[in-house]
């Protein structure tokens, strides 16, 4: 694989912004948290596909909890995880600054049930998406992909139906151009 001059490179804590076209049909207009990435390869998770499914509907001894599960990708859907904001919450991982991926599952219901955790400090997410070594940097390097650093408005807290194209104005003229165009350009 040739690396094209000036092209970003994965690494954790960044947001990958799925092409507008992008030939893979689960992945269309996605954008995911890359949370590690090594020679073994990469494991992110989409943030802007909330289900319809409510944690507690997903988890039987979950404290009631308004937040929605979100599909993270095709990989382990029987699986919750979580990506959130929560500084204390021991056992996280961080992956990028006041992003954090995981923790102690006993601690963060305590902690939900006292009040001391949010809805937009939280994603719970079902499944997730994963490359083998090369395979994320050839897909950047054939346009499938785009990066920029994660922040926690991006992640958490932005309305997931307008997450992908705040992120590509974001990025500058030329990505943020690219919100206006319809999924499907033949009924434009």
């Known amino acids: 694989m040739k690396k094209k001059v000036g092209t970003p490179r994965p690494r954790v804590g960044s947001l990958l912004i799925s092409e507008p076209f992008n030939p893979e049909p689960s992945f269309k207009r996605s954008v995911v948290i890359i949370s590690q990435h090594n020679t073994k390869g990469t494991i992110g998770f989409i943030i802007n596909k909330p289900t319809p499914l409510k944690i507690g509907d997903a988890l039987d001894d979950f404290p009631e909890f308004d937040a929605p599960?979100?599909?993270?990708?095709?990989?382990?859907?029987?699986?919750?995880?979580?990506?959130?904001?929560?500084?204390?919450?021991?056992?996280?991982?961080?992956?990028?600054?006041?992003?954090?991926?995981?923790?102690?599952?006993?601690?963060?219901?305590?902690?939900?049930?006292?009040?001391?955790?949010?809805?937009?400090?939280?994603?719970?997410?079902?499944?997730?998406?994963?490359?083998?070594?090369?395979?994320?940097?050839?897909?950047?390097?054939?346009?499938?992909w785009w990066i920029t650093p994660a922040d926690t408005h991006s992640a958490l807290i932005e309305e997931p139906t307008t997450v992908w194209g705040s992120v590509l104005r974001k990025m500058g003229h030329v990505y943020g151009i690219l919100n206006d165009f319809p999924e499907d350009p033949g009924i434009n």
């Open 69 to 144: 599960v979100y599909w993270g990708g095709p990989i382990k859907l029987d699986s919750i995880y979580y990506v959130h904001s929560i500084r204390n919450l021991p056992g996280s991982k961080k992956i990028s600054e006041g992003i954090y991926w995981g923790g102690d599952y006993e601690q963060l219901k305590v902690m939900i049930e006292s009040g001391e955790v949010t809805t937009d400090q939280i994603k719970f997410i079902a499944g997730f998406a994963c490359w083998v070594p090369h395979q994320l940097e050839d897909e950047i390097l054939h346009d499938n």
